[in-house]
């Protein structure tokens, strides 16, 4: 049974840095897209951010320059390195893992949510 683990959430001030952290358990994950979505109150779930199975990564044009993705393979976690924090930032952000390489698959697999807020 696959799991996904985020901690690393907190509450941060606007210009902080904040690292979250993805365990991921039950499956070899080196080969598959991981991702970072958000939720905001009130609003729908949004892309953050993706790393494919090759490397590769994509982000959100809100987060571009701001937030870093990186993958540990060896140690099955994907992590989101998110500095110069916005208040616009504040979210559930959630990873997920992809049934493919590519990210923009479907997502198969979610964690619980990990909190973010940043107050101005």
């Known amino acids: 049974q696959v799991q996904l683990v985020e901690s690393g959430g907190g509450l941060v001030q606007a210009g902080d840095s904040l690292r979250l952290s993805c365990a991921a358990s039950g499956r070899t994950f080196s080969s598959y897209a991981m991702g970072w979505f958000r939720r905001a109150p009130g609003k729908e779930r949004e892309f953050v951010v993706g790393?494919?199975?090759?490397?590769?990564?994509t982000y959100a044009d809100a987060v571009k320059g701001r937030f870093t993705i990186s993958r540990d393979n060896a140690k099955n976690t994907v992590y989101l390195q998110m500095n110069n924090l916005k208040p616009e930032d504040t979210a559930v952000y959630y990873c997920a893992l992809s049934r493919g390489s590519s990210v923009y698959g479907s997502y198969d697999y979610w964690g619980q949510g990990t909190q973010v807020t940043v107050s101005s």
């Open positions: 790393v494919s199975g090759s490397g590769g990564t």
